[in-house]
């Protein structure tokens, strides 16, 4: 297998002809010829079009499948110099990207039921002294 091309940052950004490239971990994909076939709509590729859309493609979720089709569509690597140091992510599953700890599960509903009670507590103690 060949080596990868090295890309620079700018190259990308100031890609000036009908291709269209995206940045996604610090790999470089020429996804012009899936623009078409992308099951969001060609407009979420060409909105990050020459640009990092690593934060963008963690956002969505993709899938395994989604991660393995990419690899028809690299066609290099940032130089080390414009690298943002992004790791390629390998924990696919479906949970959101900021669940934290256990308790931070937990605390994520508790909050809310407590202002609701709390706010229950006080329209009842306000509806008694109307009475």
Avoid: C
Avoid at 21 to 26: A, E, K, Q, R
Avoid at 44 to 64: C, I, K, P
Avoid at 119 to 128: C, G, I, L, P
């Amino acid at each position: 297998m060949s080596e990868k091309k090295i890309y620079r940052e700018s190259e990308v950004t100031g890609k000036k002809d009908k291709s269209t490239w995206l940045i996604i971990h610090d790999n470089v994909y020429d996804v012009t010829k899936f623009l078409e076939e992308h099951p969001g709509g060609e407009e979420v590729l060409l909105e990050q079009a020459g640009r990092d859309a690593t934060e963008a493609f963690e956002d969505v979720g993709h899938s395994n499948d989604a991660r393995e089709l990419m690899k028809d569509y690299l066609i290099g690597e940032l130089h080390p110099d414009d690298k943002k140091g992004t790791s390629v992510k390998t924990n696919t599953s479906f949970n959101p990207p900021n669940t934290g700890s256990a308790s931070g599960n937990w605390t994520g509903w508790l909050l809310p039921l407590g202002v609701a009670l709390a706010a229950a507590f006080v329209y009842r103690y306000f509806m008694s002294q109307a009475s």
